[in-house]
C-alpha cells in the first residue's frame, strides 16, 4: 500500500516535472523553417544562442516544401520565422497568409526599404546580384551593356541560360516587366531565346561550366554562383560584367525571412530576425554563401568585394513576387522554357 501511493506521487511529480520542463524549454527555444541548407544558418543560430541564451530549432527543406507545410499545419505549426530566398517566394508567404506584420526599429533601421515588405512581413538579410558572366578569351567588356542587349542578333548562338522553371530568372523578368512593360519585355526575351547555343540548361554552374569551354560566350547568373566556381577553379576563363550601370542598375534580389502568423514565440523570432540583421551577423549570414550583405553599414567579405563595385536597382524587390505570374507567362509566350 505505501510502495503504491510512493510509486504514484513519483509518477506524478515526474509528470509535473516533464510539463514544466516543457515549458520552460520552449519559452527559451524558438523554431526555424529554412531554405537555406544548414551549413549556410547553423553558424549564425549558434551565435545567437551564445548571445541570449534562445535556443533555435531548425527544420532545411525545399522552398515550396516548406511553404506548403506551413500552409497545411496553420494554426498547428511549430515554427515560429520562415527563412527562404528570393523576393518571389517570400512575396507568396505573405500573399498566402503565412507571414505577419511585425514593428521593429532596429529592422528598419538596418534593412533598406526597397529590400524588405512594405508592410514589414518580411526582411532581405542577404543581397544577390544577378548578373552577365563571359568568357574573357571570347568577349571583351566593351562589347557587353545591358540585359536587354543580349537579346541582338551579335549574339545569336553565344548565350547560354538556366531554365525559365527557376525562380530566379522569373524575378529578372518581372523586375523588366515593371520597368519596361510587358511587349518591350516580351520582345527582349524572345531575342534571348533566338540567340540560344543550346537548349536551357539546367543549373547556373552549369551554363557557366559551358561558357568557360567555349560552347558558348555569356550567361546570367546570381554572382554567389560564380564566386564558389572561380573559388573551386581560379583558372577558368571566367568574368563578371555588371549590366545596365548607365540606367537602372544591376538586377538584384535576397535571400530572407519572416515571422510566421502562427509562432508560438514572436518575441524570440524578432529578436533572431533583429539579430540577423545586426552588423555582428551580417557577414555571417553573406560571407558563409559569397553574397552581399544586407546591411549597408556592412562590408563586403573581400572576396565578393573583388568582383568590384556597381549600381544595384532600387526597385523594391517585392516587384519580383508581384509580377511573377506575368512574368512566367511572358516566358512561355516567348518560347523561353
Not at 554567389?224 to 573551386?232: D, P, S, T
Not at 550583405?293 to 532600387?314: D, H, I, R, Y
Request: net charge positive.
Amino acid at each position: 500500500m505505501l510502495r503504491s501511493c510512493f510509486n504514484r506521487y513519483l509518477t506524478a511529480m515526474f509528470c509535473c516535472v516533464t510539463l514544466f520542463g516543457t515549458s520552460v524549454s520552449h519559452a527559451e527555444q524558438v523554431v526555424v523553417y529554412s531554405a537555406r541548407i544548414e551549413q549556410l544558418i547553423k553558424p549564425m543560430f549558434d551565435a545567437f544562442t551564445k548571445e541570449t541564451g534562445i535556443a533555435v530549432k531548425f527544420v532545411t527543406d525545399k522552398e515550396g516544401a516548406l511553404l506548403a507545410r506551413l500552409k497545411a499545419e496553420g494554426k498547428n505549426t511549430s515554427a515560429d520565422m520562415l527563412i527562404t530566398s528570393d523576393a518571389g517566394n517570400l512575396w507568396e508567404a505573405a500573399r498566402e497568409g503565412l507571414l505577419r506584420p511585425i514593428e521593429s526599429k532596429t529592422l528598419e533601421a538596418n534593412i533598406p526599404a526597397y529590400l524588405r515588405d512594405p508592410q514589414n512581413q518580411w526582411f532581405g538579410l542577404s543581397v544577390r546580384a544577378r548578373t552577365i558572366i563571359y568568357n574573357t578569351q571570347k568577349v571583351k567588356p566593351a562589347d557587353l551593356s545591358t540585359y536587354e542587349a543580349l537579346a541582338d542578333p551579335k549574339w545569336k548562338e553565344r548565350l547560354c541560360l538556366r531554365t525559365s522553371k527557376k525562380v530566379y530568372n522569373q524575378s529578372l523578368v518581372a523586375m523588366m516587366i515593371a520597368e519596361l512593360g510587358e511587349a518591350k519585355t516580351e520582345q527582349i526575351v524572345k531575342g534571348w531565346v533566338a540567340n540560344l547555343a543550346t537548349d536551357p540548361l539546367s543549373d547556373e554552374t552549369k551554363a557557366m561550366e559551358f561558357v568557360a569551354a567555349g560552347k558558348c560566350d555569356v550567361t546570367l547568373a546570381n554572382t554567389y554562383y560564380y564566386g564558389r566556381l572561380m573559388e573551386k577553379n581560379p583558372s577558368l576563363p571566367l568574368a563578371i560584367f555588371w549590366p545596365n550601370q548607365a540606367s537602372n542598375g544591376v538586377h538584384v534580389n535576397i535571400s530572407g525571412a519572416g515571422v510566421t502568423r502562427h509562432a508560438h514565440n514572436v518575441p524570440a523570432a524578432i529578436k533572431l530576425l533583429e539579430f540577423l540583421s545586426s552588423e555582428k551577423a551580417q557577414n555571417l549570414f553573406a560571407d558563409v554563401n559569397m553574397e552581399y550583405p544586407a546591411n549597408p553599414k556592412v562590408k563586403t567579405a573581400p572576396a565578393v568585394a573583388a568582383w568590384g563595385s556597381f549600381k544595384q536597382n532600387p526597385i523594391n524587390v517585392t516587384t519580383a513576387g508581384e509580377l511573377q505570374a506575368e512574368a512566367v507567362k511572358l516566358m512561355d509566350r516567348a518560347g523561353y522554357r
